[in-house]
C-alpha cells in the first residue's frame, strides 16, 4: 500500500478538490494503540484499489491535525478511524474493528 503521509491541514483542501473526482481515505492511526495496528496491517494486507487515494495520518505526531479533521467532515474523533471523502464531504467513517477494505471499496462505488 502506497499511503500518502497527512502532516498538514493546508492538505485538507486538496483531499477535499481531488474527491471530487476520486474517492480520497483517511487512516487516523494511533502508533500507540495495539488496535491500530491490527487494523492498519487488515488493510496493508489487502489489494489496495486504484480508484482510491489512501492517506495516512500519525495522530500522535499531528493530534492537532486530527481534531481538524474532525471538524472538517464532521466525525467524531476515534482511533483508529477511517474516514471516505467523496465531493467534498464525509460519506463513510468506521472506527476499530470495523475497519475493513471490503467495506470501504463498496462504500467508495456507492452512489450517495
Given at each position: 500500500m502506497d499511503w500518502i503521509s497527512l502532516t498538514s491541514t493546508n492538505q485538507l483542501a486538496d483531499i477535499k478538490e481531488k474527491s471530487?473526482?476520486?474517492p480520497q481515505l483517511i487512516f487516523k492511526h494511533s502508533t500507540r494503540c495495539s488496535i491500530s495496528s491490527m487494523a492498519?496491517?487488515?488493510l496493508e494486507r489487502e489489494t489496495t484499489p486504484e480508484n482510491i487515494d489512501f492517506y495516512y495520518l500519525d495522530l500522535i505526531?499531528?493530534?492537532e491535525l486530527s481534531t481538524k479533521i474532525a471538524e472538517e467532515f464532521s466525525v467524531f474523533h476515534e482511533s483508529p478511524q477511517v474516514i471516505l471523502i467523496k465531493n467534498g464531504?464525509?460519506?463513510?467513517?468506521?472506527s476499530h474493528s470495523g475497519i475493513n477494505?471490503?467495506?470501504?471499496?463498496?462504500?467508495?462505488?456507492?452512489q450517495n
Open positions: 471530487k473526482n476520486k492498519k496491517n487488515r505526531s499531528y493530534r464531504e464525509c460519506s463513510y467513517d468506521e477494505m471490503d467495506d470501504i471499496k463498496e462504500q467508495a462505488t456507492s
